[in-house]
């Protein structure tokens, strides 16, 4: 069985991702490539290092010939109208935009922790959720620890701002130096605390800080909170993803480079007994289990192929 697939929003870093990943598919065939301000060019103009890259890049529509599932990997915003016509025409939809996050009707696509199987519309979560749930996630269904109070320290390549021409994203303003940015009003706070939620949190009240580091690729969340038993907290997580695939509990902090090209979360877990508190660690690729991995993840589940189908689990760099 090879479903009709597109990429809506081909010309984006997470886009282009999905290209690669789905090129070497077995399951789904590219029929179509849509990219707004880019369509009239091929492939090779946006993402030169993608083979076949005379294939042209046409419109953003949900018009575009009989499709099976799509992908849209638009800006935040623009996916809403999209997602409601294709879903209409009976198109199986996963969005990596936020637009429908926080709608009942779509499912929250963290396969580990929300069921996605035989699913119609996924919204996947953001690359900052997807870590920061993996690692405190399991521990708060399980009372483990405190799901108020939770202090989350993040930190991400570049490629997680996307490709837009913005001053602060420059490489004289990137490269050698750290800086946080949206203190205390990212928007990806609501969506963490909606994330705890569903999986069983009374409230969550959690205080995110997100930082651009001067690396392409790669994503770090250190999850501090009030540890509330005895269990041991690694023990609750390696229990919680014995069934996971991708997700791999380790005994020391995980790093960024370990995942990076890959569909692999590296999780663990440690305890501060004089503070009491627990701090749990997720390292991702953004652009892969943050992004396009993930979005891969939840359509193999949604259309009943094996959840690695596509994937790796090996990251390129020791």
Partial sequence: MTLKTTVLGASGLAGGELIRILDDHDGFDLVHLGAHSHEGGTLADVHPQLRNGTRPLGAISAEVGPLDIAFLALPH????????ELREQG???????SDYRFDPQWRYGLPELFDVKDGSAVASPGCYPTAILLAIGPLVQAGVVSATGIVADCMSGVTGAGRSLKDELLFGEVAEGVRAYGIANHRHRAEIEMGLELLGATEAIVTFTP???PMQRGLLATVTTQ????D???????????EAPFVEVIDRPPQTRWTVGSNRALVAAFVDERQGVVIAQCAIDNLGKGAAGQAVQAANLMVGYDETEGLTTSGWMP
């Fill in 211 to 213: 930082h651009l580091v």
């Fill in 77 to 84: 915003g623009a996916s809403a109208a999209l997602g409601r």
């Fill in 232 to 242: 041991n907290p690694s023990e609750v997580l390696a229990a919680a993803y014995t």
């Fill in 91 to 97: 198109v199986k939809v996963v969005d990596l935009g």
């Fill in 227 to 230: 540890l509330l038993t005895d």
